[in-house]
């Protein structure tokens, strides 16, 4: 896998959330429940998962117990603050409408499977990306490089100097459409920082 990093002006990190709604691939400890890979291994502080994070899915169902919900090597963890409308509070978890969705709810009486090394995918949305996309950005995450490609096409038609510094496998390089066209047939572990900026904190973790 290619290791790529870059280093963007503060005003255009945000274009690059739009990875987090794709879906980015994480390591893990799989095995255990929903709040312990959360809040253990992702960094969630217990407030912000219980009151910020309204509304979460486990491979696509719906989840009302982050206690009980078990990850497994594999599977698509989506994250998401509060959304508008009926179809919000349906999906909210541990909400008063949770009965309506009963049927494609996670099942909570699975049986917790042995801890082991794993691969889980993430994807976060709305505030919950722009609250915890910069640390986890600058932490690492596996994307495919077209989605890189994508990202970075449209920084350059907005500005030339978007990205400030790139570099492939620990080598600096130009950040220009020939590099990342080079990426798009190309997993990558990407990491992504505020240029000249120290390493970020958040009140959403621990």
Same mark, same amino acid.
Request: with cysteine; net charge neutral; proline share 2%.
């Given at each position: 896998?290619?290791?790529? @990093?870059?280093?963007?002006?503060?005003?255009?990190?945000?274009?690059? =959330?739009?990875?987090?709604?794709?879906?980015?691939?994480?390591?893990?400890?799989?095995?255990?429940?929903?709040?312990? =890979?959360?809040?253990?291994?992702?960094?969630?502080?217990?407030? *912000?998962?219980?009151?910020?994070?309204?509304?979460?899915?486990?491979?696509?169902?719906?989840?009302?117990?982050?206690?009980? +919900?078990?990850?497994?090597?594999?599977?698509?963890? @989506?994250?998401?603050?509060?959304?508008?409308?009926?179809?919000? +509070?349906?999906?909210?978890?541990?909400?008063? *409408?949770?009965?309506?969705?009963?049927?494609?709810?996670?099942?909570?009486?699975?049986?917790?499977?042995?801890?082991?090394?794993?691969?889980?995918? %993430?994807?976060?949305? !709305?505030?919950? @990306?722009?609250?915890?996309?910069?640390r986890l950005l600058e932490r690492g995450?596996?994307?495919?490089?077209?989605?890189?490609?994508?990202?970075?096409?449209?920084?350059?038609?907005?500005?030339?100097?978007?990205? %400030?510094?790139?570099?492939?496998?620990?080598?600096?390089?130009? @950040?220009? $459409? !020939? =590099? =990342?066209?080079?990426?798009?047939?190309?997993?990558?572990?990407?990491?992504?920082? %505020?240029?000249?900026? $120290?390493?970020?904190?958040?009140?959403?973790t621990s």
């Open positions: 896998m290619i290791e790529v @990093a870059l280093e963007v002006e503060a005003l255009h990190l945000p274009r690059f =959330f739009s990875l987090l709604e794709k879906g980015v691939v994480l390591p893990a400890v799989t095995g255990c429940t929903l709040r312990e =890979f959360l809040c253990g291994q992702l960094g969630l502080s217990r407030t *912000y998962l219980d009151d910020r994070v309204q509304t979460l899915f486990l491979d696509a169902r719906p989840v009302d117990d982050v206690d009980a +919900a078990t990850i497994r090597d594999g599977c698509t963890i @989506a994250l998401s603050a509060a959304m508008p409308g009926l179809l919000g +509070a349906t999906m909210r978890k541990g909400g008063r *409408y949770a009965a309506f969705r009963k049927d494609i709810s996670q099942r909570t009486d699975e049986k917790q499977a042995d801890a082991a090394s794993g691969r889980v995918t %993430v994807k976060m949305f !709305n505030m919950v @990306a722009r609250e915890l996309g910069e995450v596996e994307i495919h490089g077209r989605d890189l490609q994508w990202v970075a096409d449209r920084l350059h038609a907005v500005s030339s100097s978007a990205i %400030v510094k790139a570099r492939i496998d620990g080598r600096e390089t130009a @950040a220009d $459409a !020939n =590099f =990342f066209s080079s990426l798009a047939s190309h997993r990558l572990q990407l990491f992504v920082k %505020v240029a000249g900026q $120290a390493a970020s904190g958040s009140d959403a």
